[in-house]
């Protein structure tokens, strides 16, 4: 039951200042606790039903294996649900905050993160994770404030919190470009924040930060070995390890290519590898198994050095961090390079690339220069807009919540 102060009832490992929201509810008939709540809310969410049909890597539509965002956040959900319970979160917890974690992503990925950060740049630009949590707080009907102002899920302080992967606004984060904070959402920023160590996130966003990596770095090549975009012969082929190597070295870990090509060379001589992908029942069980011995790898290593670290006792918020061993953090950083030199860097791709930033570019174009073409719901945000950068920024958010196939029609329809 909901009382006076916006808390909820008892959660063992978490304290009532944990399971608030920002909007005071009513009493609820149904006994579920306060994050078993939060999970449903993301679960029925707009926001994610529109995953569906947006970028994972793979196009969605080109075959009926790949995944979507949808999907992967669905595995990513599983997986970080029973990496947090074994640590002692509560799980429900966890699970709403890997199902929300991509939710802000528009259109054709991080490709189309990339250009609407551009197109955005008079309204301090765009960034997916800050998306995300604009939807959780702001974009999604669900709670109304009785000024009139959407809370949108009004989901627990926990829960968002969970959902924080970079801690601070824009520029505030070093030498990194991630944020999670635009300036007009500061409010309920500061608010999930209270008192939490600064630019530190809590373990459970720990937790869904490695589901997340884990999830995608595994299926990505699994989706990959699928569409006969990789193939194991190239995996041990001496060229093209070197530029898998150099690719992780790049973009994704500190170390050095000799140390990434031995760590391959050990992780490839382990048996779960399967033999060439056929298509066959025998190839897809094979690459089903290594999937899954992978997920339980990287999972299994995170909990070993977390529980040594911190012993058996249970895991939350700001009493642990999670522990990554180097080995394993290194394993999935060659696994997202593979990926990205094998998928995302062929000319192919970057071709339709190029065409998905100018569909985005001229779609905010477009819809700043005929607002009545908005959605109701952005529409009337863009009429109460106070100046020029906030009306921008609502072009943004519908153009963000659009998926591939829709962006692509409206796109055909208002620029041809």
């Known amino acids: ?116 950060d551009e197109a955005a740049a008079e309204c301090g630009g765009f960034e997916g994770n800050a998306q995300s949590l604009r939807l959780l707080v702001r974009l999604e009907g669900k709670v109304i404030a009785p000024d009139g102002r959407s809370n949108g899920l009004n989901l627990t302080r926990a829960t968002l919190d969970a959902t924080v992967k970079y801690p601070w606004r824009r520029g505030e984060g070093g030498d990194t470009h991630k944020f999670n904070c635009y300036p007009d959402d500061i409010e309920v920023f500061t608010w999930l924040r209270d008192g939490a160590p600064v630019g530190r996130t809590c373990f459970e966003a720990q937790v869904m930060d ?21 193939s194991m012969a190239a995996l041990r082929s001496p060229v093209e390890r070197a530029e898998v190597c ?13 140390e990434l ?39 299994l290593a995170a909990e070993r050095a977390t529980r040594e670290a ?7 918020r700001y009493h642990a961090d999670l522990v990554l061993p180097r080995r394993a953090l290194l394993e999935c950083a060659l696994l997202k390079a593979v990926a990205a030199h094998f998928v995302m860097s062929r000319e192919e791709a970057l071709a339709y690339q190029a065409e998905e930033r100018q569909t985005i570019t001229e779609l905010v174009a477009a819809l700043r220069d005929a607002p009545g073409e908005l959605d109701p719901q952005f529409r009337a945000a863009h009429e109460a807009a106070a100046d020029d950068a906030a009306a921008l920024r609502v072009v943004v958010d519908q153009v963000a919540s659009l998926t591939d196939t829709s962006a692509t029609a409206l796109h055909n329809r208002l620029v041809g």
């Open 310 to 316: 911190h012993g058996p006792g249970r895991l939350t």
């Open 1 to 116: 039951m909901t009382n006076r102060a916006g808390t909820e009832g008892g959660v063992p490992g978490y304290a009532p200042e944990d399971t608030a929201r920002m909007a005071g509810e009513s009493r609820k008939n149904r006994a579920r606790g306060p994050f078993e709540r939060d999970r449903a809310r993301v679960l029925h969410s707009s926001a994610l039903r529109r995953l569906a049909a947006k970028t994972q890597v793979v196009q969605p539509g080109v075959s009926d294996f790949p995944r979507t965002r949808l999907t992967h956040s669905l595995e990513c959900a599983q997986i970080g649900r029973e990496l947090g319970q074994a640590l002692g979160c509560d799980p429900d917890l966890v699970e709403a905050a890997c199902l929300s974690h991509d939710l802000g992503h528009p259109p054709f990925g991080h490709n189309g993160e990339r250009a609407l």
């Open 246 to 258: 150099r690719t992780a070295a790049d973009r994704y870990c500190d170390a050095d290519p000799a």
């Open 210 to 230: 490695w589901s997340d990596d884990v999830a995608y770095s595994v299926h990505d090549v699994e989706d990959a070995l699928h569409a006969g975009l990789v």
């Open 261 to 299: 090509d031995q760590v391959l060379t050990d992780l490839l001589a382990e048996p779960m590898w399967p033999g060439e992908f056929t298509g066959d029942l025998a190839s897809l069980a094979a690459l089903k198994n290594l999937t899954s011995e992978l997920i339980g790898r990287f999972c």
